[in-house]
């Protein structure tokens, strides 16, 4: 990989840790507000919605300007979040506009490998890429769920000045230490080099701006490879949304759990996605992307599963590990959410990676991940408000749980018959690495 690839890799590593730590931390102040269980949810919605009001136009920003600077920029919109915050600004308000820097992120964020990269080294780059973020999603969700807890907080508030600035509680401490990680990845962006990469002057006019989004959307949704991989994406991205808060409404109900150890939960989550993606990395080429496919089903089945698990299934038994003592239902819990994270990592990349270069070579860096940004997001919205609904109505969590597996499965496989629809139509395998339209002009 060239050098340039590893700061990008620095940079996404500490945008990725301050995000997940700030959604505990902005978990934890809605709790202090004492807000309903229904609210927890809206936290992801206000921050996703941005991706889909912004999509026709991060795309062209990202292609106007190097996509380091698009980066620094945004990794400050983040910070200015954080800081409305800190001034009493409502959580869900605050957290939209982080949620603004982050939209104008991803494109360039996922836009500069096309450029830096070859073809040959994207799944290999977007297992890099995913191994990193889901590392920083583990820390960065374990680091949240430090930062609000009572050792972490009596520490921070302890220290000189704070309380002179205005910071009093857990929670705005925690969001204190994580804004300094953001500025950190700002330092990082910094680093990343000028790739060369030019585009032709990029629309201004919100009318043109529109019709050329909705023409890009057209072209990915009507590609035979295009189309399969956007769906499995989409779907993959709004049920690993809601994910994140079933497995902290589950550790609590099936475990017993507070969010300082539920937080611990995702975590193994994302240990297990990491493990998956590093996995597809090394083992499924560009061209061999599709055969993940029945790894979807899979994970909304052993989703399914998780709804009828705890901790009274599994003797009272507690096992030691060195200095550590952990029950064994415990051990089978993380089990679970590691076995759960790899499969959804090990199907997630490669269909990233098919995605990607399909974009680039019918579109633009850009364009495409704007685009695929934006079919992704709407599924989280659609998904975290039915989920806020299930919740609002009282449903029981077993209910929640295996209506989730249940949809991600039925959905996937239909995916899979779609998919074997179009291999009979044409062996459009053939179309990986398909010279780049010039005709189109972004």
Same mark, same amino acid.
């Given at each position: 990989?060239?050098?340039? &690839?590893?700061?990008?890799?620095?940079?996404?590593?500490?945008?990725?840790?301050?995000?997940?730590?700030?959604?505990?931390?902005?978990?934890?102040?809605? /709790?202090?507000?004492?807000?309903?269980?229904?609210?927890?949810?809206?936290?992801?919605?206000?921050?996703?919605?941005?991706?889909?009001?912004?999509?026709? &136009?991060?795309?062209?920003?990202?292609?106007?300007?190097?996509?380091?600077?698009?980066?620094?920029?945004?990794?400050?919109?983040? /910070?200015?979040?954080?800081?409305?915050?800190?001034?009493?600004?409502?959580?869900?308000?605050?957290?939209?506009?982080?949620?603004?820097?982050?939209?104008?992120?991803?494109?360039?964020?996922?836009?500069?490998?096309?450029?830096?990269?070859?073809?040959?080294?994207?799944?290999?780059?977007?297992?890099?890429?995913?191994?990193?973020?889901?590392?920083?999603?583990?820390?960065?969700?374990?680091?949240?769920?430090?930062?609000?807890?009572?050792?972490?907080?009596?520490?921070?508030?302890?220290?000189?000045?704070?309380?002179?600035?205005?910071?009093?509680?857990? *929670?705005?401490?925690?969001?204190?230490?994580?804004?300094?990680?953001?500025?950190?990845?700002?330092?990082?962006?910094?680093?990343? *080099?000028?790739?060369?990469?030019?585009?032709?002057?990029?629309?201004?006019?919100?009318?043109?701006?529109?019709?050329?989004?909705?023409?890009?959307?057209?072209?990915?949704?009507?590609?035979?490879?295009?189309?399969?991989?956007?769906?499995?994406?989409?779907? &993959?991205?709004?049920?690993?949304?809601?994910?994140?808060?079933?497995?902290?409404?589950?550790?609590?109900?099936?475990?017993?759990?507070?969010?300082?150890?539920?937080?611990?939960?995702?975590?193994?989550?994302?240990?297990?996605?990491?493990?998956?993606?590093?996995?597809?990395?090394?083992? /499924?080429?560009?061209?061999?992307?599709?055969?993940?496919?029945?790894?979807?089903?899979?994970?909304?089945?052993?989703?399914?599963?998780?709804?009828? =698990?705890?901790?009274?299934?599994? *003797?009272?038994?507690?096992?030691? =590990?060195?200095?550590?003592?952990?029950?064994?239902?415990?051990?089978?819990?993380?089990?679970?959410?590691?076995?759960?994270?790899?499969?959804?990592?090990?199907?997630?990349?490669?269909?990233?990676?098919?995605?990607?270069?399909?974009?680039?070579?019918?579109?633009?860096?850009?364009?495409?991940?704007? /685009?695929?940004?934006?079919?992704?997001?709407?599924?989280?919205?659609?998904?975290?408000?039915?989920?806020?609904?299930?919740?609002?109505?009282?449903?029981?969590?077993?209910?929640?749980?295996?209506?989730?597996?249940?949809?991600?499965?039925?959905?996937? &496989?239909?995916?899979?018959?779609?998919?074997?629809?179009?291999?009979?139509?044409?062996?459009?395998?053939?179309?990986?690495?398909?010279?780049?339209?010039?005709?189109?002009?972004?």
């Amino acid at each position: 990989m060239k050098k340039g &690839f590893y700061w990008i890799m620095a940079a996404q590593f500490f945008s990725s840790l301050a995000d997940n730590a700030l959604l505990i931390a902005a978990i934890a102040l809605l /709790v202090q507000m004492q807000s309903p269980d229904w609210m927890t949810p809206l936290l992801k919605f206000f921050f996703t919605i941005s991706y889909v009001v912004l999509a026709p &136009f991060v795309g062209a920003f990202a292609d106007a300007i190097l996509k380091w600077k698009v980066m620094f920029i945004t990794n400050l919109v983040k /910070v200015a979040g954080l800081v409305l915050m800190l001034i009493s600004v409502h959580p869900l308000l605050a957290y939209g506009v982080v949620g603004l820097g982050a939209a104008a992120y991803s494109p360039a964020k996922y836009g500069i490998l096309t450029e830096l990269l070859p073809p040959q080294q994207l799944v290999a780059a977007n297992g890099w890429i995913e191994g990193t973020t889901v590392s920083s999603i583990i820390l960065g969700t374990v680091l949240g769920g430090f930062l609000v807890s009572q050792a972490a907080s009596g520490f921070l508030l302890g220290l000189p000045g704070l309380a002179a600035v205005g910071i009093n509680t857990t *929670p705005e401490a925690a969001i204190l230490v994580i804004t300094l990680v953001y500025l950190l990845a700002a330092l990082c962006n910094l680093r990343i *080099p000028d790739t060369g990469a030019r585009y032709e002057k990029q629309k201004t006019r919100l009318v043109a701006l529109l019709v050329d989004f909705a023409h890009c959307t057209k072209v990915l949704w009507t590609d035979k490879l295009g189309q399969i991989s956007l769906a499995v994406t989409t779907l &993959f991205w709004g049920a690993g949304a809601t994910l994140q808060f079933i497995v902290l409404k589950w550790a609590e109900h099936a475990l017993g759990l507070d969010l300082t150890m539920a937080s611990v939960m995702q975590a193994a989550v994302a240990l297990g996605v990491a493990a998956g993606a590093i996995s597809a990395a090394v083992r /499924v080429p560009l061209k061999k992307s599709l055969s993940v496919l029945p790894l979807g089903v899979g994970m909304g089945l052993t989703t399914v599963a998780l709804a009828f =698990f705890n901790r009274e299934l599994l *003797p009272d038994v507690q096992l030691h =590990f060195w200095v550590v003592q952990l029950p064994l239902y415990m051990l089978f819990a993380y089990g679970f959410m590691v076995f759960i994270g790899a499969l959804a990592g090990y199907f997630v990349v490669p269909m990233n990676a098919l995605l990607q270069h399909r974009g680039y070579v019918l579109l633009s860096a850009g364009h495409s991940i704007a /685009v695929q940004n934006f079919n992704e997001n709407v599924s989280v919205l659609l998904m975290l408000l039915f989920y806020a609904l299930l919740i609002r109505l009282n449903l029981p969590v077993p209910w929640v749980i295996a209506l989730f597996g249940t949809f991600v499965s039925v959905s996937m &496989f239909m995916v899979i018959l779609w998919y074997r629809r179009n291999q009979r139509e044409r062996d459009w395998t053939q179309l990986i690495g398909e010279p780049r339209h010039e005709e189109h002009h972004s």
